[in-house]
C-alpha cells in the first residue's frame, strides 16, 4: 500500500501568517513527493517538487520539506493572502514499475481571510 | 501556449450507457496519464499511455479502457457507467524527454453525472 495522508481537511488563517499543510506517508519511503493546487472545478495545477534525498526546496513564497524519518512533508506558504485559498494536494510517486505514477492524499482546504 | 485541453467539460449519461473522454496534451508532451476525482477526494490514477500504448494501470475494472493516437491525444472510454462512475475525470500530459521526476499539467477535467 502507498497510502499518502493529508491530516487536515482545512486549514484557516489570517493574511500575512505563515501557513503549514502536513502531508504523512506509510510504508516506505516515496522516491519524491510532489504538490499541487487546485482551486474549485478546475485540474490541479503543480507547485513543488521534493526528491526523497533533498530536505527542503524553495520556490518564492513556498516552501516544502521531507522528513523520511518523520515520514512527513510540510508544505509552507509564507505572507499567506487571499488568493492562495484553494484546496492544496500532496502526491508521492511510486517506485520501479510504478514510478509514474502518483498517489494523491484528499487534500487540504486553506481559507486565507483578510 | 495551449495547456491540456478536456472535452467535453460536463456530461450527464445514463447507468448502463457509454461514455468516451478526450484530452490533447499541452504542446510537446507525449505522455497522458488519466485520473478520476470523485467529490472530496484525490485523484485517483486509472491509466498512462506512452507511445501509444498503456504503460501503467491502476486498480480499475476493464470497463475502463483508453487510447492513444500518432499525435499524442488520448481518450478514455468506460462502458456499462455505474452511478458511482460520477466524477471528475483528469487528464496530465507529461514529455518523458525532460526527464524523471517531473510535475505534471493536468487539464480542468470532464465532470461525469451517471443518473
Known amino acids: 500500500s502507498q497510502k499518502i495522508e493529508q491530516n487536515s481537511e482545512a486549514l484557516n488563517i489570517q493574511e500575512g501568517k505563515t501557513a503549514t499543510l502536513t502531508c504523512n506517508y506509510t510504508?516506505?519511503?516515496?522516491?519524491?513527493l510532489q504538490w499541487y493546487r487546485q482551486d474549485p472545478g478546475r485540474g490541479p495545477v503543480f507547485l513543488l517538487l521534493?526528491?526523497?534525498?533533498?530536505k527542503e526546496k524553495r520556490k518564492e513564497r513556498l516552501k516544502v520539506t521531507f522528513d523520511t524519518t518523520l515520514k512527513q512533508s510540510l508544505f509552507h506558504i509564507t505572507a499567506s493572502q487571499p488568493a492562495d485559498s484553494a484546496t492544496y494536494l500532496c502526491?508521492?510517486?511510486?517506485?520501479?514499475?510504478?514510478?509514474?505514477?502518483?498517489?494523491f492524499g484528499r487534500g487540504t482546504q486553506l481559507t486565507v481571510w483578510p | 501556449d495551449a495547456g491540456v485541453t478536456q472535452s467535453p467539460t460536463h456530461l450527464i449519461k445514463t447507468r448502463g450507457q457509454q461514455v468516451t473522454l478526450r484530452c490533447s496534451p499541452k504542446?510537446?508532451?507525449?505522455?497522458v496519464s488519466w485520473y478520476q476525482q470523485a467529490l472530496g477526494q484525490g485523484p485517483q490514477f486509472i491509466f498512462q499511455?506512452?507511445?501509444?500504448?498503456?504503460?501503467q494501470r491502476g486498480n480499475f475494472p476493464d470497463r475502463f479502457s483508453g487510447h492513444q493516437f500518432p499525435n499524442y491525444s488520448s481518450e478514455l472510454n468506460v462502458n456499462a457507467l455505474l452511478l458511482g462512475d460520477s466524477a471528475l475525470y483528469l487528464c496530465?500530459?507529461?514529455?518523458?524527454?525532460?526527464?524523471?521526476?517531473?510535475?505534471?499539467?493536468f487539464g480542468s477535467g470532464t465532470r461525469l453525472t451517471v443518473v
Open positions: 496530465a500530459s507529461s514529455w518523458e524527454g525532460q526527464g524523471f521526476p517531473y510535475g505534471y499539467t
Open positions: 510504508n516506505y519511503s516515496p522516491a519524491y
Open positions: 521534493i526528491r526523497e534525498n533533498e
Open positions: 502526491a508521492r510517486g511510486g517506485r520501479g514499475s510504478t514510478l509514474g505514477r502518483l498517489y
Open positions: 504542446s510537446g508532451h507525449d505522455t
Open positions: 499511455y506512452y507511445e501509444e500504448e498503456e504503460r
